[in-house]
């Protein structure tokens, strides 16, 4: 049963354009990722995620002093209010999942914000998941340092010791090329709250809880599995075509928008080999690359014509493995760098100031007539 208005149903949205945005672009077809005009192997590497934060924000890059005055003002925002504190205290005893700790502190962020809530919460992620990461763990939390950049002091706070550059720049990659990905679930969740004018908190909330879901943000640890599970290049074959031959899904390859090699895994893959190459269990990076290997190999040989290739969520799960994060640590990293693009967005939408409210289409029952509960 159709709308008034002869609207298509679009099942999940797929192809129906719901914004314009200056703030990444993705072509699938291409398999090009934009950032802010520059595309994600350009840039990723070579900035730190504080000057991608204040281009996805300004639209252009800063200049020495603007980054000087950006980290410092970045830096002082780091501090949880107590309620925050005590809520995750609570929530670590009750042994809360990360991506649940995370969503109910940062509500709790409203308690004290600055006039730019954005930055607050950009700032504030980090510091949230290793304050979270070391509580679960029975460990004290480590104070921010604010003579750190925003990567290292990650690193800092999850271990208590201050981390090598060759780590630093491992993860600033990381955080980069994951910033922002064009009209995703949780930006997209983001960006419906903020339409209505509700408050920046409310609506990076719910990127937090869209996020959250397996299906968007939840398979970079089972990649890995993947590569534990064979443990050796010789058992590559035999394991995958058992997993293909069961119909299960080879995780880390394919991807709802890229028709072709995910242009992330490429930036993630450099990364990567840097990393391992000179700080990391080197076996394991070519264990890892055979697997690959032989993955694209079966994939074709099974599913030829789909074109699946490798995505962000298999050299995600090697590099953040590589940095020396558990598994429960990647979701929540991930949300780290994407509260970039979160907040842009929110910014962008809050500037248009115009609703989202897509329709429906009616398919229940008409006609029907009421009665009373007795004659029913």
């Known amino acids: 049963m159709g709308g008034s208005s002869g609207a298509s149903f679009a099942p999940g949205l797929e192809g129906v354009v719901a914004a314009e945005t200056r703030i990444s672009g993705v072509d699938g077809e291409a398999g090009v990722l934009t950032l802010a005009g520059f595309p994600v192997e350009e840039i990723s590497g070579r900035v730190t995620f504080e000057e991608i934060v204040y281009l996805l924000r300004h639209d252009e890059l800063p200049d020495a002093g603007e980054l000087a005055a950006f980290r410092t003002a970045l830096a002082g925002r780091r501090g949880l209010p107590?309620?925050?504190?005590?809520?995750?205290?609570?929530?670590?005893?009750?042994?809360?999942?990360?991506?649940?700790?995370l969503r109910m502190a940062v509500d709790t962020s409203s308690l004290d914000l600055s006039d730019d809530p954005a930055l607050d919460l950009v700032a504030r992620f980090p510091v949230i998941v290793a304050v979270y990461h070391r509580l679960l763990r029975d460990e004290e939390?480590?104070?921010?340092?604010?003579?750190?950049?925003?990567?290292?002091n990650y690193l800092y706070m999850l271990g208590g010791e201050r981390p090598g550059e060759g780590s630093v720049r491992a993860l600033e990659t990381y955080l980069n090329a994951v910033?922002?990905?064009?009209?995703?679930?949780?930006?997209?969740?983001?960006?419906?709250?903020?339409?209505?004018r509700s408050d920046l908190v409310s609506a990076i909330v719910g990127a937090v809880g869209a996020l959250k879901g397996p299906l968007h943000g939840g398979a970079p640890g089972p990649a890995l599995d993947v590569v534990f599970e064979?443990?050796?290049?010789?058992?590559?074959?035999?394991?995958?075509?058992?997993?293909?031959?069961?119909g299960e899904r080879l995780m880390g390859f394919g991807h709802r928008i890229y028709r072709v090699r995910d242009p992330r895994a490429d930036v993630l893959a450099a990364a990567a080999e840097h990393l391992f190459a000179t700080n990391g269990d080197k076996e394991l990076y070519d264990l890892a690359l055979q697997v690959e290997k032989t993955a694209l190999r079966l994939l074709e040989e099974h599913r030829p014509g789909r074109n699946l290739?490798?995505?962000?969520?298999?050299?995600?799960?090697?590099?953040?493995?590589?940095l020396g994060l558990p598994t429960d640590l990647f979701t929540p990293t991930f949300a780290v760098g994407r509260v970039a693009g979160w907040t842009a967005h929110c910014?962008?939408?809050?500037?248009?100031?115009?609703?989202i409210r897509p329709q429906s289409e009616y398919v229940g029952a008409t006609g029907r007539s009421w009665?009373?509960?007795?004659?029913?």
């Open 141 to 152: 939390p480590v104070a921010p340092d604010p003579s750190l950049g925003h990567a290292a």
């Open 230 to 246: 064979i443990g050796s290049a010789e058992n590559a074959e035999a394991v995958l075509r058992e997993k293909l031959r069961r």
């Open 309 to 322: 290739q490798t995505n962000v969520e298999f050299y995600t799960a090697l590099l953040l493995h590589g």
């Open 179 to 196: 910033s922002d990905h064009g009209m995703n679930a949780s930006t997209f969740a983001a960006r419906v709250v903020v339409a209505t």
């Open 82 to 101: 107590g309620a925050t504190l005590e809520l995750l205290r609570a929530a670590a005893a009750r042994k809360v999942p990360e991506m649940d700790a």
């Open 347 to 355: 910014l962008e939408q809050r500037a248009e100031d115009r609703l």
């Open 371 to 376: 009665t009373l509960p007795e004659e029913r």
